[in-house]
């Protein structure tokens, strides 16, 4: 059955405009999607595609839960674990040539502390090879509506001639709610903090710090991914859910690791019509 997709619309909002611009946001893209009404309501540069490190994963997310729901791949497959994956650099887990590891496994490691070698394990397990399954996160790209994004491996790293994966936030913003649309379970997942790998016992904590760390949580908040590279700065997309109400959020570019959740947590202040508290200063060190 064709599925069919709803395009984000452009819609600013004035005041949301002027009340967020008060906070002195000093942020490269910025955007706030209402999922419910599918309408921006905050939106800066969104349609430039930059740099976007592994906030790119979440392609390689949706092309193995579309595999998993066409029962093609399984959770409890195992993937062997290929030279290639284990030398990959960047945040890793414990991998080593020859392993067998679930998908599962190897998901989560993503999900959460984005494994660079979970991630390539991932590619070449769905395609043969990490070149063959970019092609397919290219070929999504298109078919899910993604008009400004252009994708090269499947981690989001920069490769030794300069080239990135390439995202607008509008693109982000598309797919992640067509991934919470289409795969709702993947909430139960990015929301928690810690997991324990089954195949070595290893416990992997996301790299969302909204979700451990008291002065940058908000209530309702269940995702989603982080990213940096120097190329990128320091991404996230977010979103959060009260009372049947959800929004999305895409901050793109900021300076340090934690700015990049206080910008979040501003957008959705405003989203969700309460007062903004910042931060501790403590909270901005890294």
């Known amino acids: ?25 000093t942020v490269e893209k910025t955007l706030l999607l209402d999922v419910n009404q ?17 906030i790119s994963k979440m392609m390689t997310e949706y092309l193995i839960l ?9 959770w409890n497959d195992l ?3 290929s030279g290639e994956a284990a030398a990959k650099e960047g945040a890793n887990i414990s991998l080593s040539k020859g392993d067998n590891v679930p998908v599962h496994d190897l998901y989560m490691a993503m999900l959460l502390p984005s494994a660079n070698n979970a991630t390539v394990a991932l590619a070449e397990h769905l395609a043969d090879s990490e070149k063959e399954f970019v092609k397919k996160m290219n070929e999504k790209a298109k078919e899910i509506g993604l008009t400004n994004s252009t994708f090269v491996n499947a981690t989001g790293l920069t490769e030794s001639n300069t080239k990135s994966n390439q995202m607008s936030a509008r693109d982000i913003a598309v797919l992640a709610q067509v991934l919470i649309t289409q795969f709702p379970e993947v909430l139960q997942d990015t929301a928690k903090s810690s997991h324990t790998l089954t195949f070595s016992g290893e416990r992997v904590h996301t790299t969302n710090h909204m979700l451990t760390t008291p002065d940058l949580a908000f209530d309702g908040l269940d995702g989603f991914k982080t990213g940096y590279t120097n190329e990128a700065g320091y991404c996230f997309v977010g979103t959060a859910s009260r009372d049947g109400q959800r929004f999305i ?32 200063e403590a909270s901005l060190d890294r």
């Open 38 to 54: 599918n309408k921006l309501l905050i939106d800066s540069g969104i349609d430039e595609a930059v740099p976007v490190a592994s």
């Open 1 to 25: 059955m064709m599925k069919k997709w709803v395009a984000v619309g452009m819609i600013p909002i004035s005041l949301f405009l002027l009340t967020y611009s008060l906070l002195f946001s």
């Open 79 to 81: 993937v062997q674990i």
């Open 66 to 74: 579309e595999e998993i729901e066409k029962g093609t791949v399984d």
């Open 249 to 280: 959020t895409v901050v793109l570019g900021t300076e340090n690791y934690n700015a990049r959740f206080v910008e979040t947590q501003k957008l959705l202040s405003l989203a969700f019509d309460e007062p903004y508290t910042p931060p501790l």
